[in-house]
Nanobody, 124 residues
Framework: QVQLLESGGGSVQSGGSLTLSCAASGIAASSNCMAWFRQAPGEEREGVSSIDRNGGTRYEDAVKGRFTISKDNTKNTLYLQINKLSPEDTAMYYC??????????????????WGQGTQVTVSS
């Protein structure tokens, strides 16, 4: 059974930083595409970043330079370092794993497994 458990969300002030974690079980982070998505109230879920089995990364334009995705294969854990947070980053952040297409994308329908999410709230 595949499980993805996010943690690290919270309430921070604009300009602050957070590191989100996603502990995976039932799959190997080392051999799978994994990604972060976010969904703000009333909005569609959007891709943030992904990392493939070889460590190649992809970022949504709005987060380039502020977000860094990484994974620790020994801990089977995915991370998202978020810097210079702004109120526009307020959303539920979800971890996803195992792409159903050859490329490691940041398109929600391409992923098989999802975590329950961790809330990030940024105040101005």
């Amino acid at each position: 059974q595949v499980q993805l458990l996010e943690s690290g969300g919270g309430s921070v002030q604009s300009g602050g930083s957070l590191t989100l974690s996603c502990a995976a079980s039932g799959i190997a982070a080392s051999s799978n595409c994994m990604a972060w998505f976010r969904q703000a109230p009333g909005e569609e879920r959007e891709g943030v970043s992904s990392i493939d089995r070889n460590g190649g990364t992809r970022y949504e334009d709005a987060v380039k330079g502020r977000f860094t995705i990484s994974k620790d294969n020994t801990k089977n854990t995915l991370y998202l370092q978020i810097n210079k947070l702004s109120p526009e980053d307020t959303a539920m952040y979800y971890c996803a794993a195992v792409s159903t297409v050859p490329l490691c994308t940041i398109i929600p329908p391409d992923f098989l497994y999802w975590g329950q999410g961790t809330q990030v709230t940024v105040s101005s």
